[in-house]
Antibody
Framework: EVQVVESGGGLVQPGGSLRLSCVASGFTFSNYWMNWVRQVPGKGPEWVGNIKPDGSEKYYVDSVRGRFTISRDNARNSLYLQMDSLRVEDTAMYYCARDRGARTADCWGQGTLVTVSS | DIQMTQSPSSLSASVGGRVTITCQASQSISDSLNWYQQKPGKAPKLLIC???SLESGVPSRFSGSGSGTDFTLTINSLQPEDFATYFC?????????FGQGTKVEIQ
């Protein structure tokens, strides 16, 4: 079964840091672009960024560029999101999602909740 | 960035009924439009890609149409499991962007 599972969410103060992880199974992880997408409850999803299969290219939405870093470890079938200088507006459910190509995510995890609050 | 606007934001319908949801892009995106279904507490599920191509395993009562800036998701013969929130997403350019969602509720 194709599956991705996120972890690492929690409560953090503004200005703090958090690292999210995503473990993939059921497919050849090293062949796929991978994404992070976030969603505030009751709102539409927001694409955060993605990373090329070999990790050599990364793209981010403007609101997180310079604060968030996406990385991957293909030997561990794992994707990461390092979030620094967190803001209240970063509060959301964060999803890991596999890209099938053409900017289309065809497999999403259940998400991990990040809450930024003092 | 391309803005995606869905309407309505919510609607009520009966089992067996027909539902139409529209999505408008702020600029032409050809047929680069995906539709997702999301149930409470669950991740989005890809239903339709490239405006009208049904994903494997998705019932044929779902259909998508449109090109350019205006798109439609239609659900015929609504089933209890179809009550959910639906999002459109443009796959034309980076950053990919989503609509705000349409919640389909039981009448």
């Amino acid at each position: 079964e194709v599956q991705v599972v996120e972890s690492g969410g929690g409560l953090v103060q503004p200005g703090g840091s958090l690292r999210l992880s995503c473990v993939a199974s059921g497919f050849t992880f090293s062949n796929y672009w991978m994404n992070w997408v976030r969603q505030v409850p009751g709102k539409g999803p927001e694409w955060v960024g993605n990373i090329k299969p070999d990790g050599s290219e990364k793209y981010y939405v403007d609101s997180v560029r310079g604060r968030f870093t996406i990385s991957r470890d293909n030997a561990r079938n794992s994707l990461y999101l390092q979030m620094d200088s967190l803001r209240v507006e970063d509060t959301a459910m964060y999803y890991c999602a596999r890209d099938r190509g053409a900017r289309t995510a065809d497999c999403w995890g259940q998400g991990t909740l990040v809450t930024v609050s003092s | 960035d391309i803005q995606m606007t869905q309407s309505p934001s919510s609607l009520s319908a009966s089992v067996g009924g027909r539902v139409t949801i529209t999505c408008q892009a702020s600029q032409s995106i050809s047929d680069s439009l995906n539709w997702y279904q999301q149930k409470p507490g669950k991740a989005p599920k890809l239903l339709i890609c490239a405006a009208s191509s049904l994903e494997s395993g998705v019932p044929s009562r779902f259909s998508g149409s449109g090109s350019g800036t205006d798109f439609t998701l239609t659900i015929n013969s609504l089933q209890p499991e179809d009550f959910a929130t639906y999002f459109c997403q443009q796959s034309y350019s980076t950053p990919r962007t989503f609509g705000q969602g349409t919640k389909v509720e039981i009448q």
